[in-house]
């Protein structure tokens, strides 16, 4: 069987913690060269950025997990020269930027697959199914945890353009417009923001899906045990998705749960999509993030400090 | 020849100063019915709302300048009964919205307009026709008004999802769009909030237009002359389109001037569209506000009152 020969851009913790085994250990990808400023992978050709990854080495496809401001134009080169891309979340840091690559991969006819990892745990293809035929009722999404212990030190992620609470909270949000079978809409929301910041450290959404209300909670200052949580109340009952989508517990049945698979799981999904020659282009979470700005009350609350 | 018959939500102040007369002009539209709350037409029957005017009266079509919040319930029964929609701007409170609006007409075969008014002005064709083979250097734009002399009283236009200065800033946006040959995105965002308000007095963006930069700076307290300008610097000179679009200067040529004719050339279009079975949904103006309000630094400035 033919594999794709993937370079892969940005080798930071994602890159090493994730994208790299998940690579390794899928049969169907070849790592054929890395492009990084500062990190090195042993075995395959380093290149300082992704101009020249492409031009050294031939390659299929091209994967980025670069941050989201410049990972537009960095998509851009890979996709003019030709090559599948596949984009971390979110996959770029304004909607135009995913609507013009959206555009420029139709035109080149290559593969754009924008990742979103946490629809890939466990319980959300089960969840969508369980959901696709019940009447929803409501909707409540509890996203808290603490951002000194998933994001030390990474003053970026609460400045302009950063998402903060968002950055987790468009997991939640994945997972939601993944599972839930009527559109999801933003109606209304309120965002604290530290003094001296330009990204929220917690916000409060009213959602609504379909004629059924929702709500989502982001909080970045939960100690403790931390909570990823999507309950969706139906005519049969209430459906539990926990721990960021990896535990399911329908109504009247034991928890269901399975080992971590995301990144597996999201390559597999790029290896069909370049098999087949689709795209998957989905926008759904950002532009919820993008509406919650849109239309926010904001707070001024104490200056934060990592 | 067959007129559509119309029916016209929102009886406010730009449905009697735009909507009324250019439908009267129109001799493929007759208005066959109206529903507001407050506001009556005479020679047609009068509805509390849009539910009511659809099953009272025959329609083919709705055109609705109510305020964007709530739009999208009230487009939707439109849409789910058949009718063709036209709507003012902005299409819809958020960007999810809009797109299930065009997801729907499309489920039901009936024609969407989502309408920019600002598009019709009579310099935006001809700028349209003389970039679309330029080289694009740079892009300005120059949007300032007098927030008390253009919307007295209007605090709904500082409120939450009220857009603040993106509501006139929105014209200008969707004027680019309409003019320029690449792609627009916004790179950065500082927006002025004055204190316990949530919408924007003043805004300036930081765009970027294929490979060249730009700038716009919306204001809102701009008192004796007012500017509404766009100025794109190509490789044959500088194009200026000034009072809101209708005023064309190209490089070494007198200026080019017309009569107001925007809502008249949209009814027009809105028929053109009925009459060839069309949709027109266009959300990049939205959707650049969207991405500025994602990516900006907010600076509190001192309280404003009307």
């Known amino acids: 069987m033919h594999s794709f020969r993937l370079g892969l851009v940005g080798i930071g913790k994602i890159a090493r913690d994730q994208h790299l ?51 537009h134009a960095l998509a851009r080169i890979a996709i003019e020269a030709g090559k599948h891309v596949m984009l971390e979340k979110p996959p770029a840091a304004t909607l135009s930027e995913i609507e013009a690559l959206a555009d420029l991969a139709r035109a080149r006819n290559v593969t754009l697959f924008t990742s979103w990892h946490s629809r890939e745990a466990a319980g959300v293809g089960p969840a969508r199914n369980w959901l696709s035929n019940r009447e929803i009722k409501a909707v409540r999404i509890d996203w808290r945890e603490d951002i000194r212990r998933w994001h030390p030190g990474q003053e970026w992620i609460l400045a302009a353009g950063g998402f903060g609470v968002f950055d987790p909270g468009i997991n939640a949000l994945s997972i939601a417009t993944a599972i839930l079978p009527a559109p999801l809409f933003v109606e209304a929301a309120t965002m604290d923001v530290p003094m001296g910041r330009a990204g929220p450290l917690a916000a409060e959404l009213q959602l609504r899906c379909g004629d059924a209300k929702g709500r989502a909670s982001f909080d970045f200052l939960q100690t403790g045990p931390q909570t990823w949580d999507i309950e969706v109340d139906t005519d049969a ?23 971590d698979q995301e990144y597996p799981r999201l390559y597999a999904r790029f290896a069909e999509l370049l098999a087949t020659g689709g795209s998957d282009v989905d926008v759904r979470p950002m532009r919820l993030v993008a509406d919650a700005f849109l239309l926010a009350e904001r707070r001024e609350i104490e200056p934060f400090e990592f």
Request: net charge negative.
């Open 21 to 71: 085994p998940a690579i390794a250990g899928n049969d169907r990808f070849a790592l054929a060269a890395i492009a990084s400023r500062h990190g090195r992978v042993d075995g395959v050709p380093n290149y300082p950025d992704t101009a020249a990854m492409i031009a050294g080495t031939e390659l299929d496809a091209v994967s980025f997990c670069t941050p989201p401001e410049g990972r």
């Open 237 to 259: 009952g209430t459906l539990r998705l926990s721990l960021g989508g990896s535990v399911l517990q329908l109504p009247g049945e034991a928890e269901c749960t399975a080992a």
